[in-house]
């Protein structure tokens, strides 16, 4: 199965999925080194900017900030199959991450998570993967920080 891609903009990169009904789902995790704990954050929107669900998840002995990404995009992708979307856009703030995924080339300590996102891959009629500005995240941002703080405040 071919995963299609977003049609490129000129001058600023994915605008448009090929898939005008896919659903749009922004991702975020916020990492903490110390404590090698991760707060990950997803909001499914629809192409009219309603906001359908949102989710987010913790995770311990998270080695890397770049695994804390990968980690929030296979836990939106788990979210997404649960509530039953079949056709979706993930748009992330971590472009080395869009590049790793799209390449199919897994780097040693993202191999585990990477395989599984492109598996699940495989349970979508349709799915892009695409990088988005940070400013344009703030949502998951906000999600994946409060997962984060919560989890480190509650641990005594």
Same mark, same amino acid.
């Given at each position: ?41 997803? !909001? ?7 906001? *359908? ?5 913790? #995770?311990?002995?998270? /080695?890397?900030? %770049? ?45 585990? !998570? ?7 891959? *495989? ?5 892009? #993967?695409?990088?988005? /500005?940070?400013? %344009? ?20």
């Amino acid at each position: 199965m071919s995963i299609p891609q977003p049609r490129p903009s000129p001058t600023h990169g994915p605008v448009e999925p090929i898939d005008p009904v896919s659903i749009l789902c922004f991702t975020d995790a916020a990492w903490h080194a110390t404590s090698t704990k991760a707060g990950c954050g997803w !909001i499914f929107i629809s192409q009219q900017d309603d906001q *359908l669900h949102q989710g987010t998840a913790m #995770f311990e002995n998270t /080695s890397s900030a %770049l695994v804390a990404e990968a980690l929030a995009i296979r836990s939106a992708l788990l979210n997404a199959l649960e509530v039953g979307f079949t056709r979706i856009w993930i748009k992330t703030d971590c472009q080395a991450l869009v590049a790793f995924i799209n390449s199919k080339n897994h780097p040693k300590d993202l191999y585990g !998570i990477s395989r599984d996102i492109e598996h699940l891959s *495989l349970s979508f009629d349709c799915i892009s #993967f695409s990088y988005v /500005s940070r400013n %344009l995240n703030s949502k998951a941002d906000s999600l994946a920080k409060s997962a984060l703080y919560l989890t480190t405040t509650n641990y005594s």
